[in-house]
């Protein structure tokens, strides 16, 4: 219970930043303006996915075989160090094409700049992801809550001060973004690790393991597209369809129910992921574990929808400018069930991965963005930005009743092998 406790804590604190961030940027930031920020945000998030979260699911699966917290320091290590230098080496051959290309088209040499940052930007996001994959494994939520919380602070005060010092617009958003990502990293390593994480760095061990990190890694790479085309396509194609400023006025709307659906998902994640790799090779286990996530998310994402229905016009007074709440309450509350099934959703992924699945996982995932991305467009045409939140109910039903049959197969196979 006291787990759950230091998961959530930090989570709520998160979560509030989050949302009087929200207020402030809708005041500070015409519709566009926060539009532009938003689809930015939106490409930053695939390159989190395709990158990050690929890097956190393998040094989660493959340190959690071994047992010395030694050994996983070493290998984490040793697979940062490995992802590290292979996003230096992509800059430097990005920057490279810019300089080359920029002998004809002299302007080029302008952005030969964003490589680096980029890959400044990932370096950064890769260390914290690793240190926190081990904190994860080890059960450590004091920390992790003290991370995510001293970064969501860094955020909200680092953007903010671009914003009334600098000037209101999009870029000084992902400026300040940018700046607080590094400075988390470098203040909570030297603060929890005091740089001991990266002492006797043995790339060789990682080494070894290396087919077994692109085997899981890749497949879960290729996903992060797949996952961002439920939680962001959406408004990629309003914003293509009816402009930035209506992106704006969706995402500050939506951006009200994701925030207690992500802090939902996190502490779930945080709490059940564990038990899942550790029971991977019990399928009695396995199965409840992931049946008592589901249950949880559903219950939980229940309570947010009668919530958001009781209570919707006094949340979008109170939390968003005036001229960001027209028709916010509908797509609150539509967008609501749509998150109610994607946590639940989330728990079978992750049981599948446990599993060691995540090519089978991959091919479901496929099949069912397609289906996605075929339906918001209609829905958006069909009713705007209350149709793509609908287009979104839909689409997260599909998702979740193709990854269950997926899951009962898998269950059924690993059953009749205990069974042998």
């Known amino acids: ?32 303006s926060f539009g532009i920020a938003m689809l930015c945000m939106g490409a930053v998030s695939l390159l989190d996915g395709i990158s990050v979260m690929a890097l956190h699911q393998t040094v989660v699966a493959l340190c959690s075989r071994l047992q010395g917290l030694e050994d996983r320091r070493r290998l984490a290590v040793g697979l940062l160090y490995l992802a590290v230098v292979g996003c230096a080496t992509l800059a430097l051959v990005a920057t490279l094409v810019c300089a080359l290309l920029s002998l004809t088209v002299p302007r080029l040499i302008f952005y030969a700049w964003v490589p680096i940052a980029i890959v ?20 450590d939520f004091v920390r992790l809550s003290f ?22 617009d999009w870029l000084s958003y992902l400026i300040g973004y940018f700046i607080s990502r590094l400075l988390s990293c470098a203040l909570f390593t ?5 740089c001991s994480f990266f002492r006797h760095v043995h790339v060789g061990a990682a080494r070894k393991t290396i087919g077994q990190a692109l085997t899981f890694g ?39 129910v994701s925030r207690p659906y992500a802090l939902t998902t996190a502490v779930l994640t945080n709490y059940f992921r564990p038990q899942l790799y550790v029971a991977a090779q019990d399928s ?56 109610t099934i994607s946590i639940a959703t989330h728990a079978m992924d992750n049981a599948i991965l446990a599993l060691g699945r995540s090519a089978k996982l991959l091919k479901i995932q496929t099949a069912l963005s397609i289906f996605t991305v075929m339906m918001i467009p209609i829905g958006v045409f069909w009713m705007g930005a209350a149709g793509a939140v609908i287009a979104r109910c839909f689409a ?14 898998l269950s059924s196979s690993l059953r009749m092998r205990e069974a042998k």
Do not use: N
């Open 190 to 194: 030297v603060i929890f690790a005091r």
């Open 396 to 409: 997260e039903a599909a998702k979740f009743i193709g990854t269950w049959a997926l899951f009962k197969y």
């Open 284 to 339: 009695a286990l396995l199965r409840q574990s992931m049946y008592r996530w589901i249950l949880a998310a559903l219950l939980i994402g229940a309570a947010g929808a009668i919530a958001i229905f009781a209570a919707g016009d006094f949340i979008t007074d109170l939390m968003l400018a005036a001229p960001y709440r027209q028709g916010a309450t509908v797509l609150m509350l539509v967008f609501s069930i749509a998150q």
């Open 1 to 32: 219970m006291l787990k759950i406790v230091h998961v959530l804590w930090g989570q709520i604190i998160v979560a509030l930043v989050t949302f009087g961030g929200l207020r402030v940027y809708t005041e500070l930031l015409d519709r566009e």
């Open 120 to 139: 400044t930007y990932l370096a950064a996001e890769l260390t914290k992801s690793t240190q926190q994959a081990l904190l994860s494994l080890k059960s």
């Open 147 to 168: 991370w995510s919380t001293g970064e969501a602070i860094l955020g909200f005060g680092c953007t903010c001060m671009l914003l009334l010092v600098w000037r209101a």
């Open 218 to 256: 890749v497949p879960v790479a290729a996903m992060a597209p797949l996952g961002w085309i439920s939680t962001f396509l959406d408004r990629f194609i309003i914003g293509s369809m009816m402009g930035a400023a209506e992106t704006g006025t969706y995402v500050a709307a939506t951006s009200l």
